[in-house]
Structure formats: C-alpha cells, structure tokens
C-alpha cells in the first residue's frame, strides 16, 4: 500500500483526498487550518498536527496549496521529517519560476521531485477525472502513479526533469484556456444586459450550435440563476493568470486576453466577488 503525505485540503484537495482513500491508499493530511482537514479524518486519513508530522513516513507527498510561496514555507519545514528517496508530487499550480528553488529543495533533502499539476475544477476533483500533467524521473513514476490514478481520469506524461516544469508549462496552457473562455462567457452575458437583451436569450443562440459545450452551458448557468458557488474562485484564477503572464513574458509571448480577464478578475474582487467562482467575473462589466 502506498503511503501518502497530503499537504493542502482546500477545495481541490480535499476531495483529491478523498479519491485518495476511496482507492485504498494511507492517507495523512495536514492543513493550515486544521478544521478543513477533519472531516477527512472521519473518512479515514490521519489528519496531522503539522506538515513534518504528515509527510513522515510517506511514499508520496502531495502539495496542494495556494500558491508556490506556500508551498515553498511549507516544504520547507516538512522536507527534513520525510525519508530519503520519498517522491514529492508538486501539484499545486505555482507558476514556471518557482519550480526551480522547488526542485532544488527536494535536492537537498533527498526527495524525487515530480511537477504534476493538474488540469480541472472542484467537480473533476470530486469525481476524479482530473487530468495529470506529470513531469519527472521513469524511475519515480511506478510509486506516484497509483496517486494520479486516484485522482485523474488520466496522467499525461510530458517529461523527465520536473525541474523543467513541462507539466507546469503545459498547464499554463490549458489553464489560459479555462479562464480566457470564461472570462468571454462573463463578458457576453453582462453585455447582453447592458444592451437591455435578455441574456437568456444569447443562451439560445448559442446552444446546440458550433460554439456550444458543456462548459459554456455550465457557466451560463451559473450566471443567469445567480449561483456562484466556487468550483475555482475569482482570486485563483487572478492569480493564475499573473502566472501565465510572468511565463509568457518570460518566452517573449505577448497574453493579451490573459490580460484583460486578469483586469476583470481582479476588479471582480474588489467588487467583493473575490471567493466566488471565476464566472463572477460577469460583475466586472458594470460600475461598481
């Protein structure tokens, strides 16, 4: 049985946890905030006094955290406790530019480390179809990958030095992507209010047609019955976006529509919509 240190049991992590569990690994989870872990421990992880006391023994250790800063904190203080040789599953989205000090902080405490963010929101989570963009050693791959098979509907592989970050990169991607779309269903939507048209009715145009999906119809639905429960929050995805474009700039990309949603997101937060899922970024097209 594989033995897990899970660091991080926000909404993401949280249910990663629980796909964790439910496929019959040994989970001990640990977050800042004690009380989000406990309901994990009713549904049988160990739930830590600290993250050195979470990753001790572990095979696999899972970041899931904020940010790369808060990984970078928190590693740092678990790494020592962890035994020689253990893989670290960095799965937290940090951007390019932290992998390298992440990469080297493994090094100096004998840990594999493996960049393996992935790819979805809080239903893929729950449901276990996210999608793992996995960088890191063949030699790791045999120990981590029952823990992305737990969580992910599939593991795409797109490379060997995790140092590298091509699952970072590639996240960078895919996440531009998720946030671009939704930040355009927002913006047409307030914009058919604006005009004085029903929104409703920009759904009916577009449905069944070429631009129709079941993302947009998700979040169409969520804007028009007012329900913006957070499967990923307006402050995440301004941040990510800050990411993608220190990685684009940094490839000399120019991001211009990453740009402008991270100018919506985040006036959305200072509207006050900081914690709700990013199609509130709809709220940014009207004076606040």
Same mark, same amino acid.
């Given at each position: 049985? !594989? ?7 926000? /909404? ?7 796909? +964790?569990? #439910?496929?019959? %690994? ?9 009380? &989000?872990?406990?309901? +994990? ?8 006094? =600290? ?19 808060? !990984?970078?904190? !928190? ?16 799965? $937290? ?5 932290? +992998? ?14 493996? *960049?393996?963010?992935?790819?979805? =929101? ?8 996210? /999608? ?15 823990? @992305? *098979?737990?969580? #992910?509907? &599939? ?14 990169? %590639? ?7 998720? /946030?671009?779309?939704?930040? +355009? ?30 993302? %947009? ?5 969520? !804007?028009?019955?007012?329900? @913006? =429960?957070?499967? @990923? ?16 700039? =940094? ?29 509130? $970024?709809? @709220?940014?097209?009207?004076? $606040?």
């Amino acid at each position: 049985m !594989v033995a897990v240190g899970f660091l991080g049991t926000g /909404i993401m992590g949280a249910a990663m946890a629980r796909n +964790l569990l #439910g496929a019959g %690994l040994e989970v001990a989870v640990w977050n800042r905030t004690r009380a &989000r872990a406990e309901p +994990l421990g009713q549904a049988g992880a160990r739930v830590a006094d =600290s993250a050195a006391d979470a990753v001790a023994g572990a095979d696999v250790i899972v970041t899931m955290l904020t940010d790369g800063g808060a !990984v970078a904190e !928190v590693m740092a203080e678990a790494a020592p406790a962890a035994r020689e040789g253990a893989v670290w599953a960095q799965m $937290s989205t940090v951007g390019v530019a932290a +992998l390298g000090p992440l990469a080297e902080l493994a090094a100096q405490n004998g840990l594999v480390f493996v *960049d393996a963010p992935v790819q979805g =929101s809080r239903q893929p989570a729950e449901e276990g179809k996210l /999608i793992v963009l996995a960088a890191g050693p063949e030699s790791a791959r045999g120990t981590v990958q029952p823990v @992305f *098979d737990a969580v #992910g509907q &599939r593991t795409l592989w797109v490379g060997e030095d995790g140092a590298e970050g091509g699952g970072t990169r %590639l996240k960078m991607v895919t996440v531009g992507y998720a /946030i671009t779309v939704t930040s +355009l269903v927002a913006e047409s939507l307030a914009l058919a209010e604006g005009l004085g048209i029903d929104p409703r009715m920009f759904a009916e145009v577009v449905t069944g047609g070429p631009l129709d999906s079941g993302y %947009l119809q998700s979040k169409m639905k969520a !804007v028009l019955e007012r329900d @913006f =429960s957070p499967t @990923f929050t307006v402050v995440n995805a301004a941040k990510d976006t800050g990411l993608i474009m220190e990685a684009a700039s =940094s490839s000399g990309i120019r991001v211009d529509l990453t740009d402008a949603a991270r100018q919506r997101f985040i006036r959305a937060a200072e509207q006050g919509h900081g914690e709700e899922d990013m199609v509130a $970024s709809y @709220f940014a097209g009207f004076a $606040s």
